[in-house]
């Protein structure tokens, strides 16, 4: 049984930095990817941002190139997201999806599991 949980979230100010964790347990060593996604108040569930498990490559939404950072530790089998220069539009709800097979990268229909959710709140 895989098992997703996502921490890190929280109140910041535009300009500040947050770093999300997400721990994938149960998940199997062949599994394909982890993903970011994020639903804003009003606004359908997009994509952030993912990672390869086994190549380590990752792949940005264009409204955060060069401001977040995905990673991953197979070892821990934890994802992480850096994300710096964080602006008001940044918030929204995170949730880390982890992918088997692939089967596309920016849809998350093409995701298998889910966490719950973290709050990230960005406001002056």
């Known amino acids: 049984q895989v098992h997703v949980v996502e921490s890190g979230g929280g109140l910041v100010q535009p300009g500040d930095s947050l770093r999300l964790s997400c721990v994938v347990s149960?998940?199997?060593?062949?599994?394909?990817?982890m993903g970011w996604f994020r639903q804003a108040p009003g606004k359908e569930q997009a994509f952030v941002a993912a990672i390869t498990w086994r190549g380590g490559t990752p792949y940005y939404d264009d409204s955060v190139k060069g401001r977040f950072t995905i990673s991953r530790d197979n070892d821990k089998n934890t994802g992480y997201l850096q994300m710096n220069s964080l602006k008001p539009e940044d918030t929204a709800i995170y949730y880390c999806?982890?992918?088997?097979?692939?089967?596309?990268?920016?849809?998350?229909?093409?995701?298998?599991?889910w966490g719950q959710g973290t709050q990230v709140t960005v406001s002056s």
């Open positions: 999806a982890d992918q088997v097979d692939f089967r596309g990268r920016y849809s998350a229909r093409s995701y298998d599991y």
């Open positions: 149960g998940r199997t060593f062949s599994s394909y990817a």
